[in-house]
């Protein structure tokens, strides 16, 4: 009896030592415009999206509990056009913890005017979702695993310098054939501005790019990380990391990486340079007023101590 016990002690150990890739919190909400009285069917979308990205693995790499990705997925259901047949805005957030501290840093960011508003997907409760990359079942998993390895790949970029790349192929293939299977606005080459599911796989797949996704892994890796222990030479690493975004804008100021980029991290750049050298804040300030020339006046405070 010992011996069963033991064995199911190491087994519940190593199951819960090594889980999935992701820690998703999904939350359904529904829009001004959708009026019912049923609200089951959303309360399983919800339970049946966060088990579809948080039970699947998406990677050959072991996670420990702790070493699991935070994300936020927050869906509004914008109209019913039946009882299975939806359309859907959803906000995507992302973040990974930064060594030696409780802080955590925004990695993605699509919120607000950034928020994914072309989801269209027909769901039946309990309906099996299934996924294949190379042949897509439907627009709801499609979607989910889209952006899982969109968040998986940003975070690798973030701890090793271009460690995303193979899950950025698998969302633009993703993108790619959905795009032929479903169409919809979200997944077109062609929509101005520039700034939906396609366009983002192709901005972290593009040589054009590169030193944007470069610039990730300079940020934190070499700045955040390692801060706590020498602020300035971080703040030196951190605007290097700028040095490159500035690189990629000028290969291409409409890229979507960089607007969201910026989005993300523009609070957190403006606590990291209101202080150390002058002239590495007054570097750091003309390079973001010359990114996000809208927010000068907030990046201002970047030379004001």
């Known amino acids: 009896m010992k011996k069963v016990l033991c064995s199911l ?13 992701l820690n998703a919190n999904v939350v359904v909400n529904l829009g001004p415009r959708v009026q019912t009285s049923e609200r089951a069917v959303f309360r399983d979308m919800e339970t049946a999206f966060s088990q ?4 699947r693995k998406w990677t050959n790499d072991n996670f420990s509990i702790e070493e ?7 869906i509004t259901i914008e109209k019913m056009n039946s009882v299975s047949s939806f359309e859907a805005a959803v906000q995507i957030q992302s973040a990974r913890p930064i060594y030696n501290t409780n802080y955590e840093s925004i990695l993605l960011n699509m919120a607000q005017n950034y928020a994914d508003n072309n ?10 979702l299934e996924f294949n990359e190379n042949s897509l079942q439907n627009n709801i998993t499609a979607i989910l695993a889209y952006y899982a390895y969109i968040i998986i790949g ?8 271009f460690g995303g790349t193979q899950y950025f192929e698998k969302a633009r293939n993703i993108a790619n054939n959905a795009d032929q299977q479903f169409g919809g606005n979200g997944w077109k080459q062609f929509v101005s501005p520039p700034r939906n599911r396609y366009w983002l796989a192709e901005n972290l797949n593009s040589p054009q790019l590169q030193s944007a996704r470069e610039a990730m892994y300079d940020y934190h890796r070499l700045g955040l990380d390692t801060f706590d222990q020498s602020p300035d030479e971080s ?3 951190i605007l ?5 975004i500035r690189t990629a804008f000028q290969a291409n100021p409409n890229a979507y990486i960089i607007i969201l980029f910026l989005y993300a991290k523009s609070d957190e750049l403006i606590n990291i340079f209101s202080e150390g050298d002058l002239t590495v804040r007054r570097q750091a300030y003309e390079i973001l007023a010359q990114l996000q ?6 990046y201002q405070e970047i030379l004001s101590n």
């Open 9 to 21: 002690l190491v087994l519940f150990s190593l199951i819960t030592s090594y889980g999935q890739e």
């Open 52 to 55: 579809f990205l948080n039970t």
């Open 68 to 74: 699991r990705i935070d994300c936020n997925l927050v």
């Open 119 to 128: 989801w269209n997907f027909d769901y039946v409760t309990s309906q099996p």
């Open 154 to 161: 940003i975070d690798y970029d973030s701890f090793s310098k």
């Open 235 to 237: 703040r030196k690493s």
């Open 240 to 244: 290097d990391s700028l040095k490159k």
């Open 293 to 298: 020339p809208t927010k000068t006046s907030d």
